[in-house]
């Protein structure tokens, strides 16, 4: 358990029969009146973000995530394969609960699953990934007094902004976090 005036962000709690994550928190004393603790919390399986008070002295139970690391196989329709490294078990996800987060990633990668009471909830992509180029407009150097960038679709099918000195067949760097390009390698 852990009481209101102990909140800090990226806490995880159970409140309401839900898992959620401090965001943003508050302690407000007023001048006249208790204190109390303003919280913005994030539902980390809906991803749908509630603002709470809480008295400084309330209790909530302090949610337990498991982090695994587990290898994605391949896709089969709308289920995605993985692989647990150290017991060479086989599970599949469907793209429901996956959600965006695979867009980037290649298969035979390994990527962190997020796990609440044995149900995985989320899935956390490397933060940096090395994809090639398989479709871009050529581009064309102008004049130009900003950095423009077009459109390029990747191996695994998503399709990022990239400059225009960008070619197919190139290999460039994402931050899976952001969807951006970080550089040619």
């Known amino acids: 358990m ?6 800090r962000n990226g806490v995880t709690i159970e409140f309401e029969n839900n898992i959620y994550q401090i965001i943003e928190f508050q302690h407000v004393k007023p001048g ?7 919280t913005k919390l994030k539902n980390i ?11 400084p002295t309330e209790k909530c139970p302090q949610a337990r995530i498991e982090k695994s690391s587990k290898q994605y ?24 609960q996956i959600g965006d987060s695979m867009k980037f990633v290649k298969e035979n990668e390994m990527v962190t699953m997020l796990s609440h009471n044995g149900e995985v909830f ?9 994809l090639q180029i398989t479709q871009t407009e050529p ?19 998503a399709t990022v902004g990239v400059p225009l000195f960008v070619n197919e067949g190139d290999i460039i760097q994402i931050d899976t ?6 550089k040619r390698v």
Not at 2 to 7: E, L
Not at 45 to 52: A, F, I, L, N, R
Not at 139 to 153: E, R, V
């Open 45 to 55: 399986k809906s991803g749908g973000v509630v603002e709470k008070t809480f008295r």
């Open 177 to 182: 976090r952001t969807g951006e390009y970080l």
């Open 122 to 130: 989320a899935i956390e992509p490397p933060l940096f990934v090395e």
């Open 32 to 38: 006249k009146g208790a204190a109390f603790v303003r």
């Open 73 to 96: 196989l391949y896709k089969d329709g709308d289920l995605y394969n993985f692989m647990d490294t150290e017991t060479y078990d086989q599970f599949a996800l469907t793209s429901a």
């Open 139 to 157: 581009g064309f150097a102008g004049n130009t007094a900003t950095t423009s960038y077009k459109p390029a679709t990747v191996e695994t099918g």
């Open 2 to 7: 852990i009481s209101a005036g102990d909140f």
